[in-house]
């Protein structure tokens, strides 16, 4: 396989993920170009690739990945074209969000100070403050498993709460396309203060973790981190793990945890919720990497 950008051999994940845990991948690529991103989807045919963008939603083995991490930090471009935004799948969306208010451009405030890149916002379909990233795609694109470069337009019937027509599909997005609109550049970023100030009161920045552990549920009548809050969960530790004193559904790392410690809190927490309600939640954030044996008991 011809490759330009860097290579990175036994690099441990926990440099690349918000929990700050995970073991070592067997090789971490960090593509220099388009050609490098298709040169490794087309190794991707044979081989396991697992396609990383800033490692915010998941949690990563402390046995580490086998196989290969391409990283697309590095497609971080960000371009203003008249009320759009084109933005690298590497890019942080918060970055994003920001210079779409310095242009006047009203449509991204949801997502400020998410943590995130572009292209793991769009393959999740990251939701917060009653908004999708959906709700703005334009198009998006992509690097097929052929190798190929494709723009798609999906349709918003193909999305819906934190699920994106990306998750049954092994494409590395490259980039994406938002629909914004001209609005009040003080209105926009009274916004965004308002949407970070909420962060900071729930506890967001102020230790490790991966933002919420559990989806909602509407059927469940109350948000997931209600449900856990009623059964006195909060505070709830396993080793370096520990269920949020602020925010029930989310597991942060006080020091030291492992990953083995963070499955095991959340294994925790759903046999709790299991055993008192008969609720099975399901999980938002994604085991990657080495897992069998742990996911299996
Ligand atoms: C403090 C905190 C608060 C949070 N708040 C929210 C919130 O309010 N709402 C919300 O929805 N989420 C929230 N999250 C979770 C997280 O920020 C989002 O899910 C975010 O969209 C994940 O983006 P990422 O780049 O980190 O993706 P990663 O965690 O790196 O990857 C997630 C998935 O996307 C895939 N992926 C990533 N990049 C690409 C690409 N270029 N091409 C193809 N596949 C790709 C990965 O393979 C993986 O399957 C929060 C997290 C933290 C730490």
Redesign the pocket.
């Known amino acids: 396989m011809h490759f330009r950008g860097a290579v990175l051999f036994d690099e441990p994940m926990d440099a690349?993920?918000?929990?700050r845990v995970g073991g070592p991948a067997d090789v971490l690529l960090k593509p220099a170009c388009s050609d490098d991103v298709a040169a490794v989807m087309k190794f991707g045919r044979r081989h396991p690739v697992?396609?990383?963008?800033?490692?915010?939603?998941?949690l990563v083995s402390d046995r580490g990945i086998r196989g290969i991490v391409?990283d697309?930090s590095g497609?971080d471009s960000c371009t203003v074209t008249g009320t759009d935004i084109v933005a690298g799948?590497?890019a942080?969306?918060s970055d994003v969000s920001e210079i779409a208010a310095r242009n006047g451009l009203s449509g991204l405030e949801f997502?400020y100070?998410?943590?995130?890149?572009?292209?793991?916002?769009?393959?999740?379909?990251?939701?917060?403050?009653g908004k999708?990233?959906s709700d703005i795609i334009d198009s998006v694109e992509?690097i097929d498993e052929d190798g190929q470069s494709r723009r798609i337009v999906p349709s918003p019937s193909e999305f819906s709460y934190?699920v994106s027509p990306?998750?049954r599909k092994r494409?590395?997005?490259?980039c994406a396309r938002f629909k914004l609109q001209e609005g009040d550049k003080q209105e926009i970023l009274k916004e965004m203060d308002e949407h970070r100030r909420d962060?900071e009161s729930k506890g967001?920045?102020a230790a490790?973790?991966?933002?919420?552990i559990f989806k909602n549920d509407r059927r469940f009548g109350m948000p997931s981190g209600k449900i856990i809050d009623s059964l006195s969960l909060k505070g709830t530790a396993v080793g370096g793990a520990q269920v949020s004193p602020v925010h029930a559904n989310?597991i942060i790392n006080n020091g030291g945890a492992t990953a083995e410690e963070i499955f095991e809190l959340i294994r925790l927490i759903e046999k709790r919720v299991r055993d008192t309600y008969g609720f099975e939640l399901e999980r938002?954030?994604?085991l990657?990497g080495d897992w069998e044996k742990e996911a299996d008991r």
């Open positions: 690349h993920t918000s929990f697992f396609i990383l963008g800033a490692g915010a939603n998941i391409l697309m497609f799948a590497g942080a969306v997502i100070a998410m943590p995130g890149s572009v292209g793991g916002s769009v393959w999740m379909n990251a939701r917060c403050y999708s990233v992509i934190k990306f998750q494409w590395a997005i490259t962060r967001h920045f490790p973790s991966a933002g919420s989310i938002e954030v994604l990657v």
